[in-house]
Every structure is written in structure tokens, then in C-alpha cells.
Nanobody, 135 residues
Framework: VQLQASGGGVVQPGGSLRLSCAASGFTFDDYTISWFRKASGKEREGISCISGVDGKTYSIFSVKDRFTISSDSDRKTVYLQMSNLEPEDSAIYTC?????????????????????????????WGQGTQVTVSS
């Protein structure tokens, strides 16, 4: 499984960026693709997820009104449209594919939180793309 993230850059506060994640090298369909970010000095944070099973999405509270996750029809290219960006959004953004035991409505919550660990069957990570929000 390979994941290729792109689209990062430097943007002014209030601006927008769209990140892309291209996933390949697999044929299973019970997976999620999520975006994580890690800011300097902070823990990695899962922020948005889309299910490869049914296309349902989940975003954490702090970004759900500003970030939108979507995908192509094959659900293997995933986008994160980020609007009204704030300096606090500056981080390295990484996409990850998870296979989890629970195939129901909790798939994305499990993937984004990576909890409980016992639910994670496999995970694959792409390289990060830097997002810098600065005036």
C-alpha cells in the first residue's frame, strides 16, 4: 500500500489550501483514509476521515466547520479542503490508511483516534506535506 500526499504550502491567515492523498497498491475495500497533522512541539492529531466502505466522513470538532474531506468516486484519492486557515493550523499533514475490525459507523472514529489499538488491524502512512499559515 502506498499513499502520496501533496498540496501543502504557505498561505496567509484566512486563506485556503487543498491537500490530496493518492492511495494505491491494494484491492481490499474495508478501509478508511484519514488526515493527521503534527505541529512542532505537539502530539500528532487525527483530524478528518473518510470511509472506503460507504464514503461516510468524520472530522474533529476544531476543524469540522473549516475543513472538508472528500474523495474521488473510487475513494482512493482523498482531498482535504482547508478554508479560513489559522496560524494554529500550521503543521505537517499526513494521510494514513487504516483497516479496523469494526466495519460499522465507528470506523472513522477509530481511525482518527487510533483507539482502541486492539481495533487496528493494519495501518499505512504516507509522507507528510507541510502547511504553513503565516502573514
Amino acid at each position: 500500500v502506498q499513499l502520496q500526499a501533496s498540496g501543502g504550502g504557505v498561505v496567509q491567515p484566512g486563506g485556503s489550501l487543498r491537500l490530496s492523498c493518492a492511495a494505491s497498491g491494494f484491492t481490499f475495500d474495508d478501509y478508511t483514509i484519514s488526515w493527521f497533522r503534527k505541529a512542532s512541539g505537539k502530539e500528532r492529531e487525527g483530524i478528518s476521515c473518510i470511509s472506503g466502505v460507504d464514503g461516510k466522513t468524520y472530522s474533529i470538532f476544531s476543524v469540522k466547520d473549516r475543513f472538508t474531506i472528500s474523495s474521488d468516486s473510487d475513494r482512493k484519492t482523498v482531498y482535504l479542503q482547508m478554508s479560513n486557515l489559522e496560524p494554529e493550523d500550521s503543521a505537517i499533514y499526513t494521510c494514513a490508511l487504516h483497516r479496523v475490525k469494526d466495519k460499522g459507523t465507528n470506523m472513522c472514529i477509530i481511525a482518527v483516534t487510533t483507539w482502541p489499538p486492539s481495533q487496528i488491524v493494519a495501518d499505512y502512512w504516507g509522507q507528510g506535506t507541510q502547511v504553513t499559515v503565516s502573514s
